[in-house]
């Protein structure tokens, strides 16, 4: 089984700043690409960010140039470091990868694997 743990999340005030993180845990072959989701109250799940294995990123047109993605392969970790936070950014912020187990090692592919979810809330 495999496990994505989040943490981080808290109040914080418009314009400041959070750092989330996410540990997989488990029986780990492979990670694949690992990703951040919000889902703010009354609004469905959307994409934050994606990190691949190499490092190449991509972000939501509402985050960019405010939120960095970044991942430590070696500890199976991905982060999101957000700044200028805003009202709008307060959500429920989840964890997501794409991981091959070491029953199958990605014979089977990469299965999503998510988190429990870190609530940020962004007010005054």
């Known amino acids: 089984q495999v496990q994505l743990v989040e943490s981080g999340g808290g109040l914080v005030q418009p314009g400041g700043s959070r750092r989330l993180s996410c540990a997989a845990s488990?029986?780990?072959?492979?990670?694949?690409?690992m990703a951040w989701y919000r889902q703010a109250p009354g609004k469905e799940r959307e994409l934050v960010a994606t990190?691949?294995?190499?490092?190449?990123?991509n972000y939501a047109e509402s985050v960019k140039g405010r939120f960095t993605i970044s991942r430590d392969n070696a500890k199976g970790t991905v982060y999101l470091q957000m700044n200028s936070l805003k009202p709008e950014d307060t959500g429920v912020y989840y964890c997501?990868?794409?991981?091959?187990?070491?029953?199958?090692?990605?014979?089977?592919?990469?299965?999503?694997?998510w988190g429990q979810g870190t609530l940020v809330t962004v007010s005054s």
């Open positions: 990190i691949t294995p190499g490092g190449s990123t």
């Open positions: 997501n990868a794409e991981v091959a187990t070491m029953a199958d090692m990605g014979l089977s592919g990469y299965p999503e694997v």
């Open positions: 488990g029986s780990i072959w492979s990670i694949n690409t």
